[in-house]
């Protein structure tokens, strides 16, 4: 079992930075790669599709949506059993509850595939 604490969200105008950190627990943390997800305004949890960010166990592959590739960092400290995001240039459609995912079967980008999600934290962009 792993559990995942996400926070550092919050409030940001456009343009401005945040970093998100997922902290977890369980299964030793270097053994799974993590993701980062995000779910838009009006959308159920269960509809979560828009995959943001995933990171390699050992922390030597990072992969990206396009449209935040530039702006948005992922990282881990297995030391620490945390996954980052930095997310700079924040722009108003970055809008979203962000979740940390991990332990994936089989593809990285579909949030149906991963075994254990955080509870989620609120970015919000204003313009």
């Known amino acids: 079992q792993v559990q995942l604490v996400e926070s550092g969200g919050g409030l940001v105008q456009a343009g401005g930075s945040l970093k998100l950190s997922c902290a977890a627990s369980?299964?030793?943390?270097?053994?799974?790669?993590m993701a980062w997800f995000r779910q838009a305004p009006g959308k159920e949890r269960d509809d979560v599709r828009e995959?943001?960010?995933?990171?390699?166990?050992?922390?030597?592959?990072?992969y990206y949506r396009d449209s935040v590739k530039g702006r948005f960092s992922i990282s881990r400290d297995n030391a620490k059993n945390t996954a980052y995001l930095q997310m700079n240039s924040l722009k108003p459609e970055d809008t979203a509850i962000y979740y940390c995912?991990?332990?994936?079967?089989?593809?990285?980008?579909?949030?149906?595939?991963?075994?254990?999600w955080g509870q989620g934290t609120q970015v919000t962009v204003s313009s």
């Open positions: 995912l991990a332990d994936p079967d089989g593809g990285w980008q579909n949030a149906r595939d991963y075994n254990y």
């Open positions: 369980g299964r030793t943390f270097s053994s799974y790669p």
């Open positions: 995959w943001v960010a995933a990171i390699s166990g050992n922390g030597r592959n990072t």
